[in-house]
């Protein structure tokens, strides 16, 4: 039996750099028994670039605006069964952003984290996935 194809938004992911932490998300997924441990991710709206996704996803997700940006890469998520592609950004020097409205699906607790422990507490593909493509360079 053949699976069917879910067409899905392309989305980004943010690798959020601040000092020796990374800003990461704990959050509720309706496929996970527990919270999760991610990197800050969206969808990408209609219309919208990946690049204007990052800066509005940093803003909705941890309340950040970032004055240096780089697009390292991008991957497939899910290939076998799905159309979405994920988009990865570095972000670093940080300030606060205006407070955005999280989406109603949405509650997340904002996480700063060790670098060297990111290996170990990230819980979701994407991130993992992101930051190899961040530590081992830009695809």
């Given at each position: 039996?053949?699976i069917?194809?879910?067409?899905?938004p392309?989305?980004?992911?943010?690798?959020?750099?601040?000092?020796?932490?990374?800003?990461?998300?704990?959050?509720?997924?309706?496929?996970?028994?527990?919270?999760?441990?991610?990197?800050?991710?969206?969808?990408?709206?209609?219309?919208?670039?990946?690049?204007?996704?990052?800066?509005?996803?940093?803003?909705?997700?941890c309340?950040?605006?970032?004055?240096?940006?780089?697009?390292?890469?991008?991957?497939?998520v899910?290939?076998?069964?799905?159309?979405e592609?994920?988009?990865?950004?570095?972000?670093?020097?940080?300030?606060?952003?205006?407070?955005?409205?999280?989406?109603?699906?949405?509650?997340?607790?904002?996480?700063?984290?060790?670098?060297?422990?990111?290996w170990?507490?990230?819980?979701?593909?994407?991130?993992?996935?992101?930051?190899?493509?961040?530590?081992?360079?830009?695809?």
């Open positions: 039996m053949a069917p194809l879910l067409r899905h392309e989305s980004v992911v943010l690798v959020v750099v601040d000092g020796d932490d990374l800003v990461c998300v704990r959050q509720t997924r309706l496929g996970a028994p527990d919270l999760t441990l991610e990197l800050p991710s969206g969808k990408i709206e209609p219309g919208e670039m990946p690049d204007q996704a990052a800066v509005r996803e940093l803003a909705e997700e309340g950040l605006a970032a004055a240096e940006s780089a697009y390292l890469g991008s991957f497939w899910v290939p076998a069964y799905s159309t592609r994920c988009h990865v950004f570095q972000v670093a020097s940080l300030s606060p952003a205006e407070a955005a409205v999280l989406d109603d699906d949405e509650d997340i607790e904002v996480e700063r984290i060790p670098v060297i422990e990111a170990e507490r990230l819980s979701d593909a994407a991130s993992l996935a992101a930051l190899g493509i961040w530590r081992h360079g830009s695809r």
